[in-house]
């Protein structure tokens, strides 16, 4: 077993470090750090999220990693969004294999071992707002979207024009039931928050027609 898979086995929390925890764990940054790193990858021991940013093989793990949680150390702040939220919240029924997520930083896209992880840019007065902090058996955290912040973050990054329930019915096939669940403290949450018209005229109307 190499030294650094050696080291994470003792203290990466959840399975999942960075290049800097490392050099703190050996005490050096230099080539030394780099080529411990690099045999730990080749032996299959560790694997490459993304620059910097590493994981135990799933062999060496007590709990699978979620890509929840692993969506977070990959590009923050951020928070799972759009359809991989929504399908969380058992709200469409296809399957999601993209974690979808809401970023303050530029759109960007990660392909990595564990998955691709998509993340939007999507303005916001207050970014948190209907966002969900969750935590796992694992002590890891994530942040979710609640299903209308879903949909606003939806409707901004897929830069679509709709008007009432219709389209969310017939585009993400979204059931009625799901969307009787929705209350007026759902909406009051995101007053305010978009600076997109678009989005803003999306939860108006669909407010008016559930009657909240």
Known sequence: ????????????????????????????????????????????????????????????????????????????????????????????????YTITCASRSRSRNFDTPLGLFSYARVPQKRFYAGVQRQELQSEGVFFLAEPLKALADYV????????????????LRVENTELDSLTAESFETLTGVYRSGRVRRFLDTIRKELKL
């Open 1 to 96: 077993m190499q030294t650094i898979t050696e080291l994470s086995l003792e203290r990466a929390k959840g399975g999942v470090f960075t290049r800097q925890e490392v050099a703190c764990w050996i005490d050096n940054e230099g080539a030394r750090l780099d080529a411990l790193l690099k045999r730990a990858v080749a032996a299959q021991e560790i694997l490459r999220i993304r620059r910097g940013l590493f994981c135990l093989a799933a062999r060496y793990t007590q709990h699978a990693i979620h890509p929840f949680e692993l969506a977070q150390r990959i590009l923050g702040p951020s928070y799972v969004s759009l359809e991989a939220a929504l399908a969380h919240h058992g709200w469409i029924p296809e399957a999601v």
């Open 156 to 171: 901004y990054v897929h830069g679509v024009d709709w008007i009432g329930l219709r389209p969310v019915r017939e585009s």
